[in-house]
Nanobody, 128 residues
Framework: QVQLVESGGGLVQAGGSLRLSCADSGRTFSMYCMGWFRQAPGKEREFVAGITWRGGRTFHADSVKGRFTISRDNAKNTVDLQMNSLKPEDTAVYYC?????????????????????WGQGTQVTVSS
């Protein structure tokens, strides 16, 4: 059973940083493609970043490229999202997701439908 639990959200001023973490107690975590998505009030859920199961390839949405970095530690069963230079438009609930298959190309990795498991989300609020 895969259970994803996000942590690290909170309130931060514009220009600040936060580090989100997603932990899973499953034995096959290291075989999953992992992704981060976010959903702002009144908007659809959107892709933020993804990482292959070995961590050799990462994908970042254009809106966060250069500011956010996804990483993973398979020994600890965690995937992190380092968020720097935060903007008010980054305010959203951030979700961790796992795909039982390894990541494909950017398009596949960015699709909500590609993922099999989801966490409950963690709120990130960026004040101006």
């Amino acid at each position: 059973q895969v259970q994803l639990v996000e942590s690290g959200g909170g309130l931060v001023q514009a220009g600040g940083s936060l580090r989100l973490s997603c932990a899973d107690s499953g034995r096959t975590f290291s075989m999953y493609c992992m992704g981060w998505f976010r959903q702002a009030p009144g908007k659809e859920r959107e892709f933020v970043a993804g990482i292959t199961w070995r961590g050799g390839r990462t994908f970042h949405a254009d809106s966060v490229k250069g500011r956010f970095t996804i990483s993973r530690d398979n020994a600890k069963n965690t995937v992190d999202l380092q968020m720097n230079s935060l903007k008010p438009e980054d305010t959203a609930v951030y979700y961790c997701a796992a795909d039982k298959n390894d990541c494909g190309d950017y398009h596949y990795t960015s699709l909500i439908a590609s993922y099999d498991y989801w966490g409950q989300g963690t709120q990130v609020t960026v004040s101006s």
